[in-house]
């Protein structure tokens, strides 16, 4: 991982253990708990990888045994992987998986005939997967839960942050978008999200949305299309970092001037992102949803100890970083590692607290 990106965000999480340390109720002994995550994404991709760090370290608070898993962006490779781990003598307690690509189904079957208590993470089944697997213990007890990103309000919240970018500067709203590959649940969201905002906005039009990899260059080339197709295009509404910064590289290289006369924003929180909005380039990265997995295992760990959780179903929100909230968020958040965050404080069996989880960002960032 990029060694800025790693001191950035080890420190705005890590940070937060020196701020509220957990008065814990009960003994810090806990039962002995396993857990198998099956990672889709690729082992030096950014995002992924910080999830998985986030998971090591609540696993380590936790007193869970995690085992990781990657997928490297592949359907098949992420099944074989999963099937040869869930296959193993001991696979353990308890699979997390994610539905990226719709590639979760055939894993959980695996795991669920293995005897494994499985919770999907990050994007849910929809559509006829959601018919098939139905809801979270409705078909069998041992398919526990989803904890997932709200990649809806995450699509509204960059398109709303560009719109009010857009009106402080006088410039009309005319809007592109750039999402990923519609195939994942979360790039499908965050269209839903953007949909509604433009449905929502009065004066706001979309011309067009278009798919992408999510890579900078694809990012690059589509908005090069999008600038030729719609050159009155104020905001360019972009599914991820990557593709907002290749979004980025298009405009200056069609003559506009990125925050004066055209408004971009994407989603990750990552290095690279946050330097453009420091320079002004981008208005604004959505992220914070890297601690999902975390928040994940604190569940996992309450079920394992006897407290269930509730709803079934459940979303981690976004938190958005702009000019205006930047420095001060650099500021207080520097130079700690993924150890210091105290997810023990949010245990329910460990702290004898009720009632819903609260992971949003103000309360974990105090």
């Not at 041992?142 to 402080?168: S, W």
């Amino acid at each position: 991982m990029d060694l800025s990106r790693q001191q950035f965000l080890t420190g705005a999480l890590a940070s937060v253990g020196s701020l509220l340390l957990p008065r814990i109720g009960r003994s810090a002994t806990l039962s002995p708990m396993r857990a198998l995550f099956v990672n889709p994404g690729r082992s030096n991709e950014d995002f992924w990888v910080s999830v998985s760090a986030v998971m090591r370290a609540a696993a380590a608070d936790l007193d869970i045994h995690l085992d990781v898993v990657y997928g490297e962006r592949s359907v098949l490779y992420t099944e074989q992987v999963a099937f040869e781990r869930i296959a193993a003598a001991e696979p353990g307690d308890y699979l997390l998986v994610g539905n990226e690509q719709h590639s979760a189904g055939p894993i959980l079957e695996a795991g669920l005939a293995r005897g494994l208590k499985c919770l999907i993470v990050f994007n849910g089944f929809v559509g006829e997967e959601a018919e098939r697997y139905g809801r979270p213990r409705e078909k069998t007890p041992n398919f526990l839960g989803e904890l997932l990103a709200d990649n809806v309000a995450a699509g509204a919240a960059i398109a709303q942050g560009l719109v009010a970018a857009a009106r402080r500067a006088g410039a009309p709203l005319r809007l592109v978008g750039i999402n990923g590959n519609t195939e994942t649940p979360a790039a499908a969201d965050r269209e839903v999200g953007l949909r509604r905002t433009v449905a929502g906005t009065e004066g706001l039009h979309c011309a067009q949305v278009l798919t992408s990899d999510w890579t900078r260059e694809e990012g690059r080339q589509r908005a090069l299309g999008l600038l030729d197709r719609y050159p009155d295009t104020t905001i360019m509404w972009c599914a991820n970092d990557p593709i907002a910064l290749g979004a980025i590289d298009a405009a200056v290289q069609r003559g506009r001037q990125p925050g004066k006369d055209i408004f971009i924003g994407g989603l990750n929180w990552s290095t690279e992102a946050i330097s453009a909005i420091r320079n002004g380039l981008l208005e604004l990265t959505v992220g914070g949803h890297f601690l999902l997995g975390g928040w994940a295992l604190v569940l996992l760990r309450d079920y394992h100890e006897g407290v269930d959780f509730a709803p079934l179903t459940q979303s981690t929100p976004f938190g958005t970083l702009d000019r205006a909230n930047l420095d001060n968020w650099l500021r207080r958040f520097k130079g700690a590692d993924w150890s210091a965050i105290r997810f023990r404080r949010f245990s329910h069996y460990l702290t004898g607290a009720r009632g819903p989880y609260d992971f949003s960002l103000p309360t974990v960032l105090g």
